[in-house]
């Protein structure tokens, strides 16, 4: 059983009702629902954390190693595209994690497309929407799995 980590970023507290076109109708307590059930039924435990606060994002990362955090799956919402500092607590702990964006960020405006966490990142999720989540705990689980095995 490995403990995982699931960080949301700004906005996404905001879900169900920020721009459903963009971000679907799902409200991130019921992601944050399946994804933890998901969890169970793989044999691991995951952790939920959402803050509009780039400090409190970085402390929860830095966090994370101390309570043997195996995996994180991120969500870093618009701190994709500005946010070094939790970049860099992303490389201080050295957790492997899965960057995950509910749209296609591709698709969308220039700015946009530039992330500060794909290439430091274990494996990418863009635009498959609330499914993406539970993609990622699946993935998150496989490669913990290798990891131990």
Known sequence: MSDLLLVNGP???LLGSREPDVYGADRLEDIEARCTAMATSLGHSLQCFQ???EHELIDR?????NDGVAFIILNP???THTSIALRDALLAVQIPF???HLSNTFAREEFRHNSYFSDIASSCLFGF???GYELAVQGASQ???QAEG
């Open 11 to 13: 906005n996404l507290n």
């Open 51 to 53: 803050s509009n606060a």
């Open 61 to 65: 990362v830095q966090q994370a190693a």
């Open 77 to 79: 919402g618009a701190f």
């Open 98 to 100: 899965i960057e995950i």
């Open 129 to 131: 929407g609330a499914y």
């Open 143 to 145: 490669y913990v799995g």
